[in-house]
């Protein structure tokens, strides 16, 4: 774990491939759930409850757990769809627990981090051209005129396997994967420093899973981003991310190099989660009904 | 003795973009009582259609030729109310998504007996006491309560569990099981289907069991049938597809996947993108992605050909050695020998 503190204003460190690109202190997230439907009274639901990892330059961070673990309202908070509670988000030495405040402030900080969403069927918009939608991004993070936009458009899109005729294709014409590989697309075009990347191979094929997973390693060899990769998918986060971090019910259970969690884990929850997952030899065990019973 | 469930050379088109267009080709099973088939395939490749072929649940415009057959009695051809019987009495299916397959506005105790009141003429009080009896059975304990419950106050597992007591409590021998698994959590998929299992051995029920999970469909199924563009390119016991598929889409999916224990480099991939059966180019099917392609493979439709018991739609199934499944490598039980193996791309190696 890093020494640096989110709070204090940290330079700008973009040199070497050690320096950490995200750094998250005691993060917290609590949710204020009305009791009933027309009551008044409220109780707190802890949906996060004090994480703290990093990413160095060029690694990749794996969050795994349950649905309902935290797991995607860490993403959020990463990306500032959500406040934290409490606790502190800094990536490439720049704070951002609170909100942006200016235009400016945004924008700076979509090029710092992207996401990419589970869904390629509502994260991207139905009415927008594949191309346009990659050229936009371009034109808000990035000078370049329109030629070399239109150049850098076809670059993006062949580095994900898509031709130069898919780039005036609508969504509804293009397959889960190909939406996916859009995304991908959509969310390297700003050339970001770091990218969370939340169940996004987890709705592929198995066949086009392996080109995503194959082509997110090329980029990453290639650009040094670092990866914060969600999935349930324990072999997934095997192939593709160098530390782990296990999530139960907003709590992180267990944390480590992945290998080292995966091969021999210590917590009884990951203990479980590997049990879970069919494997030569595995049969079906009655996991739950044994704990309640 | 008579199969249970027999699908002979099933062809179904649909109407896609305003025309028909093929989804399914030429697709044989079998399934005897009390044993489990595995479907496995990707998007498109006509597993769901299967199931819903046999159940006759076709998208509305839905054709389809050939012969499926209940216990020796064709139901291609039959009246609706045949097939009515035949769904209400005799099989029974389990969807994806619990929640869009469920009623939102009637209770779980009135979803689990619906088909007991309705079809089985069970006095409404006599099928809630057995729907108890079954959930305690599968693990809820406060049954009453659940069955008082809506939809939406369960839980995706809870619900998937639902599902599946509904299905069970007809008693029906045949069990069509679509994916019912993908959208749970893997501790809730390991109950989820361990649930299924048990109470299918007790009963002595057939399964037809649909899933994208290789390692899933091995841990469940008695035989494994692959789809591709809406073939069956490949069938076999799970053991002899593991250690030796034969269809080269069968290896590139063993071997494309990640794997738990180990880290590759580089996963294998397979160029291209998976077909639907209006998509497949005449001859095989998965010829453009298939590194193993020969001139004869893009004129010739593979027939189904039986090598040692499998079943197998590959003209060069007999001479390649495609290796097994890397993550059964420790379980598998040595290849055959007698051929020689032949590497990938060795010229002239077919008379």
Partial sequence: MSGLTGTAPATKERDGPEAPSVVVQSLRKVYRVRASATGHRHFDFVAVEGASFSVRRGGTLGIVGESGSGKTTIARMLVGLERPTSGTISVTGNDRSVPARTTRERRRRGRELQIVFQDPYTSLDPRQKVGDCINEVLRLHLALGETDRRRRVLELLDQVGLTEQQSSALPKSLSGGQRQRVAIARALAAEPDVLVLDEAVSALDVSIQAQVLNLLNDIRDRTHMAYVFISHNLAVIRQITDETLVLQRGMVVEQGPTEKVLESPSHEYTKLLLASVPAPGWKPRRVRSERVS | ?351
């Fill in chain 2, 1 to 351: 003795m008579t199969p249970l469930l027999e699908i002979d050379h099933l062809s179904v088109e649909l109407v896609i973009e305003r025309r028909y267009q093929r989804v399914l080709q030429d697709v044989s099973l079998t399934l005897e009582r009390a044993q489990v088939v595995a479907l496995v395939g990707e998007s498109g490749s006509g597993k769901s259609m299967t199931a819903r072929s046999v159940m006759n649940l076709l998208p509305p415009g839905g054709k389809m030729s050939g012969r499926i057959a209940f216990d020796g009695t064709p139901l291609l051809g039959a009246r609706r109310r045949d097939w009515q019987r035949f769904r209400s009495a005799h099989a029974g299916m389990i969807f994806q998504d619990p929640r869009a397959s469920i009623s939102p506005v009637h209770r779980i105790g009135d979803f689990l007996t619906e088909a007991l009141v309705r079809n089985n003429g069970v006095r409404r009080e006599e099928a809630l006491e057995r729907a108890a009896s079954l959930l305690a059975r599968i693990g809820i304990d406060d049954a009453g309560r659940r069955m008082r419950q809506y939809p939406h106050e369960l839980s995706g597992g809870m619900l998937q569990r639902m599902m599946i007591a509904s299905v069970l409590l007809t008693g029906p021998e045949l069990i069509l099981a679509d994916e019912p698994t993908t959208a749970l959590d893997v501790t809730t998929q390991a109950d989820v289907v361990a649930i299924l299992d048990d109470l299918r051995r007790e009963r002595g029920m057939a399964m037809l069991f649909i899933t994208h999970d290789l390692e899933l469909a091995a841990a469940i199924s008695d035989r494994i049938a692959v789809m591709y563009a809406g073939y069956v390119v490949e069938s076999a016991t799970p053991a002899q597809l593991h250690s030796r598929p034969m269809h080269p889409y069968t290896a590139a999916l063993l071997h494309s996947r990640p794997h738990l224990h180990e880290r590759t480099a580089r996963l294998p991939q397979i160029p291209g993108r998976p077909l639907s059966a209006f998509e497949a180019p005449s001859g095989c099917p998965f010829q453009n992605r298939c590194p193993y392609v020969m001139p004869e493979c893009t004129e010739i439709l593979p027939p189904s050909d039986e090598v040692d018991g499998r079943i197998v739609r590959c003209l060069r199934a007999r001479e390649l050695e495609l290796g097994a499944d890397p993550s059964a490598m420790a379980a598998a039980v040595a290849a055959p020998s007698g051929d020689q193996p032949v590497t990938p791309g060795a010229a002239g190696a077919v008379e």
